[in-house]
């Protein structure tokens, strides 16, 4: 059974840091791509970032450009989202996601509709 399972949420004071880690297992997803996405309350889930496995190609929106860094370890089957700089918009619940087809088709890591597995979420909140 394929699992994702983020941890490492939690309450930060604006400018803080925190490192999300996703944990999958069940499967090999060394020629995946990994996902991370967000959903505040009353909006819509939204982008992240993402990174290719095989390659450690990552993607990121201008939001979180510069901030934010991802990255995996192979070892541990787990994905990191480093989030620095955080601001009170920055609140939300976050997802990992995770699919295979990705790989090749990388422009669309972007989409959360592209994306065959999801976790739980881990909420992240940051105080003014």
């Known amino acids: 059974q394929v699992q994702l399972v983020e941890s490492g949420g939690g309450l930060v004071q604006a400018g803080g840091s925190l490192r999300l880690s996703c944990a999958a297992s069940?499967?090999?997803?060394?020629?995946?791509?990994m996902g991370w996405f967000r959903q505040a309350p009353g909006k819509e889930r939204e982008f992240v970032a993402a990174?290719?496995?095989?390659?450690?190609?990552?993607s990121f929106p201008d939001s979180v450009k510069g901030r934010f860094a991802i990255s995996r370890d192979g070892a541990k089957a787990t994905v990191y989202l480093q989030m620095n700089s955080l601001k009170p918009e920055d609140t939300a619940v976050y997802y990992c996601?995770?699919?295979?087809?990705?790989?090749?088709?990388?422009?669309?890591?972007?989409?959360?509709?592209?994306?065959?597995?999801w976790g739980q979420g881990t909420q992240v909140t940051v105080s003014s």
């Open positions: 996601a995770a699919d295979d087809r990705l790989a090749w088709s990388f422009w669309r890591a972007r989409e959360q509709s592209a994306y065959d597995y």
């Open positions: 069940g499967r090999s997803f060394s020629n995946s791509v």
């Open positions: 990174i290719r496995w095989r390659d450690g190609s990552t």
